[in-house]
C-alpha cells in the first residue's frame, strides 16, 4: 500500500493507483472533463492538476501515480485560477443551449461551469476549421442515424468518444480526431453522416462523453407528448438491465433493484400497459435453445450466433455477411414483444377496433442499448414498436414530471399476459447470460436437466474478452463479452470446428453496460449491476424458460412449438448484407407494407420502372410509384390483420425470393442507378421487375 497525504488528510491507496484515485479515497473532489475508469487516462483537459510538494509543475492528478510520503494539494489559488481560466475557454467555445439540451442536469461540463460559477470572459468562438484553414469546415451537427445525434459545436475534445470507438473500446474506429489546437474536433472518415459510416450503433460513445456532443437519438419528448393527450392505448415493456441500472440516475447505489418503482413511475407517467421484456426473452430462449439441436441433427450451418444484441447483427452485415446463415433467425425479445403486443392475442382482446385492424397500440420499450433504436427501424420489423427510449432518456421523462422516483414503493408489479417471466430471462440483461438461458432449456430438452448445472459460471463475468465451457450432449459454447472480443475470435477460422453455439454482445458487460445506460465513473458498476441481475435469477421462483406459463398458453393455442410456421411468421426475421440488392428490395417492400409512399419512392431512381406481375401492370417513374401506394393499393391494415412480405430465405445473400402477404411466392430481380443527393452519391432502385413462381 501507499500512503501519502491529500490537502493535509493522511490516505492509503493500494500500488499503482492514481493520484485521482488518492484523492478520492480521501474524500476530495478534483473535477475532470476527460476522465474514465473503463479507458486509458489521457490527461487532455488538465481540470485534474494538482501540486505535488518537490516538482515544480503541477500534474495531471488521473494519469500521475500515486507514490509513498507525496504531499499533494488540489485547491491552491494558482490551481483554482488555471482551471477558471481553463474552463472559461471551453466556455467560450461552447454555445448557450443548456436549456434545450438532452444532458441538460446531467452534463459534467455544466456542472463545472455551476460549481466554478463562471461568466464568459470573451465572446463566442465559432468551432470548425478556421476560415484561414485551406481545408472546408467539418460539419457540426448530424441527425442522420436513427441511434446517436451528433452535436459537435458542444465538444470539450476530452477525446473519450475517440477512445471508446477506437483501440480501447470497441475497435470500430469511427470516430476520430482531426485538426490540432483550437480547430480540433471529432470527425467521421471523410465526415461522412454517421449513418453512412460502419458505426454499429453501440452507444458507447454516448456512454463516456461528458457534454451533449454525443448523445442517443431523442425519442422521450414525443413519447411524452402521446402520454399527456391520452388519445392513444399506450403499452410499454422494460428491458431486465433497466430496472437495475435506473437507480442510478436518482442517487441510489449501483446494483439497487428497482422494478416495482420502475413499474409504479410507468403508470404515473400514464402508460396503459406495463409490460416485462423478459416474456419475450423465455420466448427467444425457446427458440434458440432448439435452434441449435436441430442445426447439429441437420448438418448445420453452425455454429449458430445469437441474435438479441442489435449491434452485433449490424457489425456482421457491414463487415461479414458470409455469417448471416449462422444467426439465429429469432427477433430480439424487443422485437418479439412488440410483434405480439401489436398483432398478437393481446392486441385482438383490446377491442373491436383492434382486433379489426383499423386501431393498434402505441407500443414503447425502455431499452440499455441505443441499437434498439436502429433495429426498431429495421425492414421487416418497423413499426412493431413505435419508440424505444434508453435508461436515461425515461429518467429525464420521470424528472420532468416531477415523479420522485426515490420515495416510489417497490410494489409495482407487471400487467398479464405479457409481464411474466422467469429467472434466465433475467439473465439477458448480463454478457453470458443469453448463452446460460439457452443452455437451460438446452439441458431439459437433452432430457439432461437434473445432471446438468442450473449455473454456469463459466460464462460469468463483465471482463472483456472471450469465455468458453463445455455443455454435455451439445458441445462447447463461446461467449464473446464486447464487440473487440468477436473480431479477435473471428480472425481465424477455429470457431468453425470448435464450437457449436456462440454469444455476442456487442458492449462489454452484455446490456447492463449498454450504450442507453445511465453515466457512471464508478469503477466497479458493471460489477454491482451483475451481481443484481443474477440475484434477480436467484429470487425468481422459476428459473427455466420453458416453465413459464404464459409461455406455454402462447404456443398452446396460437404458435404450436419453437421453431413453428406460425413461430416463424411472427418471431423470426431475416438479414441482408449493407448495400446490397437484397437490403434495397427489403426497405422497397417494407415501405410498400406500410403504405409509405414516400419511403419507397426516395429509393428509387426518378426514372424508376416497377413491373408488378399484376393487374396493375408497369409503373414508371418514383412520383407514380409514390402515388400508387398511397392511393391505388387497399389502406393498410394494423393489428392482427397486418401482414408482411418475407424473404424466402432468412440469410441468402442473393437470394431475392419473397413470400407475399398473401402466400404469393416471387421472384425480384433490380437494376441499379446512382443519384447525386446533394454531395452523396446514392445507389437506388433503377428497375424493379416481379416474378411470379
Known amino acids: 500500500m501507499v500512503q501519502l497525504t491529500v490537502n493535509g488528510r493522511a490516505v492509503e491507496v493500494p500500488a499503482g493507483a492514481t493520484l485521482l484515485e488518492a484523492t478520492r479515497q480521501a474524500g476530495v473532489h478534483v473535477p475532470t472533463l476527460c ?19 518537490g516538482l515544480a509543475q503541477p500534474q495531471p492528478a488521473c494519469h500521475t501515480p500515486a507514490q509513498h510520503g507525496q504531499v499533494v494539494q488540489t485547491d491552491t489559488p494558482a490551481l483554482h485560477a488555471f482551471r477558471q481560466m481553463n474552463a472559461a475557454w ?14 441538460n442536469g446531467s452534463c459534467r461540463f455544466q456542472g463545472l461551469v455551476r460549481d466554478l460559477q463562471l461568466e464568459n470572459r470573451w465572446e463566442h468562438i465559432p468551432r470548425g476549421i478556421s476560415a484561414t484553414c485551406e481545408q472546408p469546415p467539418h460539419p457540426l451537427f448530424d441527425h442522420t442515424s436513427p441511434s446517436i445525434w451528433r452535436d459537435v459545436d458542444k465538444c470539450v475534445e476530452c477525446g473519450l468518444c475517440a477512445q471508446a470507438c477506437g483501440a480501447p473500446g470497441q475497435q470500430q474506429f469511427v470516430i476520430g480526431f482531426a485538426g490540432r489546437g483550437g480547430e480540433r474536433l471529432p470527425v467521421t472518415v471523410f465526415d461522412k453522416p454517421l449513418a453512412e459510416t460502419a ?9 463516456v462523453c461528458p457534454t451533449g456532443a454525443l448523445v442517443e437519438t431523442p425519442h422521450w419528448h414525443e413519447v411524452l407528448q402521446t402520454l399527456d393527450a391520452r388519445r392513444r392505448l399506450t403499452v410499454v415493456q422494460v428491458a431486465p438491465a433497466t430496472r437495475i441500472a435506473i437507480s442510478e440516475e436518482f442517487g441510489m447505489a449501483p446494483g439497487t433493484i428497482s422494478t416495482g418503482r420502475m413499474v409504479n413511475a410507468l403508470r404515473q407517467l400514464g402508460f396503459d400497459y406495463v409490460f416485462d421484456t ?29 441474435s438479441c444484441c442489435p449491434a452485433w447483427v449490424n457489425w456482421v452485415e457491414l463487415h461479414r455477411p458470409d455469417l448471416l446463415p449462422h444467426l439465429s433467425t429469432a427477433k430480439s425479445p424487443q422485437q418479439m414483444h412488440g410483434a405480439l403486443t401489436k398483432r398478437g392475442p393481446f392486441a385482438r382482446n383490446l377491442g373491436a377496433n383492434f382486433a379489426d385492424g383499423t386501431d393498434e397500440p402505441y407500443v414503447v420499450s425502455v431499452m440499455p442499448c441505443t441499437a434498439k433504436k436502429d433495429e426498431a427501424a429495421r425492414p421487416g420489423v418497423a413499426g412493431d414498436i413505435d419508440r424505444v427510449l434508453t435508461t436515461r432518456e425515461l429518467a429525464r421523462m420521470i424528472r420532468a414530471r416531477g415523479i420522485r422516483f426515490h ?41 439432461q436437466e437434473s445432471a446438468l448445472p442450473l449455473e454456469w459460471q463459466a460464462m460469468r463475468g463483465v471482463e472483456s474478452g472471450i469465455k ?11 461467449i464473446c463479452n464486447g464487440i473487440a472480443a468477436a473480431q479477435r475470435l473471428l480472425q481465424t477460422e477455429a470457431w468453425r470446428q470448435e464450437f457449436v453455439a456462440i454469444e455476442v454482445m456487442s458492449c462489454v458487460g452484455g446490456c447492463l453496460g449498454g450504450g442507453g445506460e445511465p453515466q457512471s465513473l464508478n469503477p466497479q458498476v458493471l460489477e454491482k449491476r451483475m451481481h443484481a441481475i443474477y440475484a434477480l435469477d436467484q429470487q425468481a421462483p422459476r428459473r427455466r424458460s420453458y416453465e413459464n406459463p404464459d409461455v406455454q398458453a402462447l404456443y398452446a393455442t396460437e404458435l404450436g412449438a419453437p421453431n413453428s410456421p406460425q413461430a416463424h411468421a411472427l418471431l423470426h426475421t431475416h438479414y441482408a448484407a449493407r448495400h446490397s440488392q437484397r437490403l434495397l428490395l427489403m426497405r422497397f417492400l417494407d415501405c410498400v407494407d406500410r403504405r409509405d409512399g414516400a419511403g419507397a419512392a426516395a429509393l428509387c431512381h426518378p426514372d424508376a420502372c416497377w413491373v408488378t ?7 414508371h417513374g418514383a412520383a407514380h410509384i409514390q402515388a400508387f401506394i398511397a392511393t391505388q393499393l387497399p389502406p393498410r391494415a394494423y ?19 419473397v413470400l407475399s402477404p398473401h402466400g404469393e411466392r416471387a421472384r425480384f430481380t433490380l437494376e441499379l442507378r446512382t443519384v447525386q443527393d446533394g454531395s452523396t452519391t446514392r445507389t437506388v432502385i433503377g428497375a424493379l421487375v416481379r416474378e411470379v413462381l
Request: negative net charge; aromatic residues 6%; hydrophobic residues 40%.
Open 35 to 53: 476522465y474514465h475508469p473503463r479507458l486509458p487516462a489521457q490527461a487532455v483537459c488538465r481540470m485534474c492538476l494538482v501540486e505535488v510538494q
Open 90 to 103: 471551453l466556455l467560450a467555445r461552447h454555445p448557450n443551449d443548456c436549456l434545450r439540451c438532452e444532458v
Open 199 to 207: 458505426c454499429i450503433s453501440c452507444g458507447q460513445c454516448t456512454l
Open 278 to 306: 423478459n416474456f419475450a426473452a423465455d420466448l427467444t430462449t425457446l427458440a434458440e435453445g432448439t435452434e441449435p439441436l436441430a442445426r447439429v441433427q441437420h448438418g448445420g450451418p453452425y455454429p449458430l450466433f445469437t
Open 407 to 447: 420515495a416510489l414503493p417497490e410494489d409495482g408489479v407487471f400487467d398479464h399476459p405479457l409481464g411474466e417471466s422467469t429467472g434466465a430471462a433475467q439473465l439477458f440483461g448480463a454478457s453470458g447470460g443469453v448463452m446460460e438461458a439457452v443452455v437451460r432449456t438446452a439441458a431439459h430438452l437433452l432430457g
Open 468 to 478: 468458453t465451457a463445455h455443455i454435455p450432449g451439445l458441445g462447447q459454447v463461446a
Open 613 to 619: 406481375a399484376s393487374t396493375y401492370g408497369a409503373i
Open 639 to 657: 393489428g392482427p390483420h397486418y401482414a408482411r412480405h418475407r424473404m424466402a430465405c432468412a440469410a441468402d445473400m442473393d437470394d431475392l425470393t
